[in-house]
């Protein structure tokens, strides 16, 4: 059964929340670990999961559970250009 948009929204918060639990409290992830780590194949199918994921990241950034980063400070998503970095929120 194909995985819904609300499903693939859930499991890429949930996979963001994981990594970040797993690395140290001050650490950061690029939001292609957790497309990465969400993709179930071994080719380069995860890149498609990349602008969900930072979806994901943003959502996770409304709920108080996450904050995006560039150049290693908080940055809103109408000043974000570029790379980001998702981290715990401090």
Do not use: N
Request: charged residues 35%; aromatic residues 4%; contains cysteine.
């Amino acid at each position: 059964m194909a995985e819904t948009d609300r499903q693939l929204a859930r499991r890429l918060e949930q996979v963001i929340m994981d990594l970040l639990e797993r690395r140290a409290a001050t650490a950061s992830i690029c939001p292609s670990d957790a497309a990465r780590e969400a993709y179930e194949g071994d080719d380069e199918g995860w890149r498609a999961l990349m602008e969900p994921t930072r979806r994901a990241a943003w959502r996770l950034v409304a709920a108080g559970k996450a904050e995006i980063t560039q150049s290693g400070r908080p940055v809103t998503e109408t000043e974000a250009h570029g790379p980001i970095r998702i981290r715990r929120t401090r």
